[in-house]
């Protein structure tokens, strides 16, 4: 069974470590989110793509939600130091990567191959695509201005609220090498519990993307990120409560509407009223096993046998 999962950072790589384990790495193809990508410093940084590159590695820091484990600031620090910029944390592992990477895509490599050799290096089964190798960008607009997703999330600590996102450089974006390929060839595709806005929204805003799954054959499930309407972490809760008008099950639906089949929900949500089939579980990943079941519960919704 081949089964492809749009994905962003922290919550879907969680969920990525799930479907691993349910069926195996050799099936599973991740379109990953770009859109938050930055440049610090020089180097190129793809967070979502990193924090799958790291999970799926066994690299991560799960407690701090993004970067390495066992991380070092020394370069940080020397920054700091010397007046450069110093917002963006880059530990000194992670900087390791970012070397890598920013050669590779200055020699002309895209970043899709350059995701390829990175996975391969670091021993990653599955396939990690990132959506585009285009420049694609989320802004969002807050009644504070319209700042790039870095500067909101992590200088402004996404304090403002969002009244709407827009991608940058969407309308040109066409989907990376062995994106449609790995839609076209999954039997099941699933959106992992992530922002529905800044996560999977820039995904989806790649219109090759959004076109192959409105076309799909096959199941396509999202599971919900809210936990009796909280966001386990970030802002997707107050997000949806001022994009979408209230953070219910339906509310998330309709971020996906015409691309789903099923959401899957926590038990702490009531669900009522939504335009496609609810299926409700435990969706809290508190650890592996407990990823296993909500990607078992994914996929089963999707009718596959787990
Ligand atoms: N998030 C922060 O809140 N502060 C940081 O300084 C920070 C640095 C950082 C460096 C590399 C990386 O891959 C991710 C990093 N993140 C940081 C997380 C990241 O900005 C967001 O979690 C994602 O972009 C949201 O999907």
């Not at 070092?72 to 592992?93: H, I, K, N, P, Y």
């Not at 996560?199 to 076309?215: F, Q």
């Amino acid at each position: 069974m081949n089964v492809a999962v749009l994905s962003g950072g922290v919550g879907g790589a969680r969920f990525l470590r799930g479907v691993v384990a349910v069926i195996g790495s050799d099936n599973v193809s991740i379109v990953g989110n770009v859109a938050d990508d930055i440049e610090v410093l020089g180097l190129r940084v793809s967070p979502d793509l990193d924090s799958i590159l790291y999970t799926l590695a066994g690299l991560a820091d799960e407690e701090r939600g993004w970067g390495r484990a066992g991380e070092t600031w020394q370069a940080l620090e020397t920054v700091a130091q010397l007046g450069g910029e110093s917002w963006f944390r880059l530990g000194d592992r992670d900087i390791g990567l970012h070397l890598v990477r920013t050669e590779l895509l200055r020699s002309r490599v895209p970043l899709s191959e350059a995701t390829e050799r990175l996975a391969h290096a670091l021993g990653l089964g599955a396939r990690l695509l990132p959506a585009t190798d285009d420049p694609l960008r989320t802004f969002v607009e807050t009644p504070e201005g319209t700042f790039p997703f870095q500067t909101w999330f992590v200088a402004r600590g996404h304090r403002d609220e969002v009244d709407a996102v827009h991608y940058a450089g969407s309308p040109d974006a066409t989907a990376a090498p062995g994106v449609l390929e790995a839609l076209g060839a999954a039997d099941v595709i699933l959106i992992a519990p992530s922002n529905p806005y800044v996560s999977i929204g820039p995904i989806l805003a790649v219109d090759e993307i959004r076109e192959a799954l409105e076309r799909r054959t096959v199941p396509c499930v999202a599971v919900s990120p809210l936990i009796g309407g909280r966001a386990v972490k970030g802002p997707a809760d107050r997000m949806l409560l001022r994009i979408a008008g209230g953070t219910s099950p339906a509310h998330v639906a309709s971020c996906y509407a015409g691309l789903i089949d099923a959401l899957v929900i926590d038990e702490a949500d009531v669900p009522a009223d939504a335009p496609v089939r609810l299926v409700v579980t435990r969706t809290l990943m508190t650890d592996l096993e407990a990823a296993r079941r909500l990607a078992a519960a994914a996929l089963d919704a999707a009718g596959a046998p787990a």
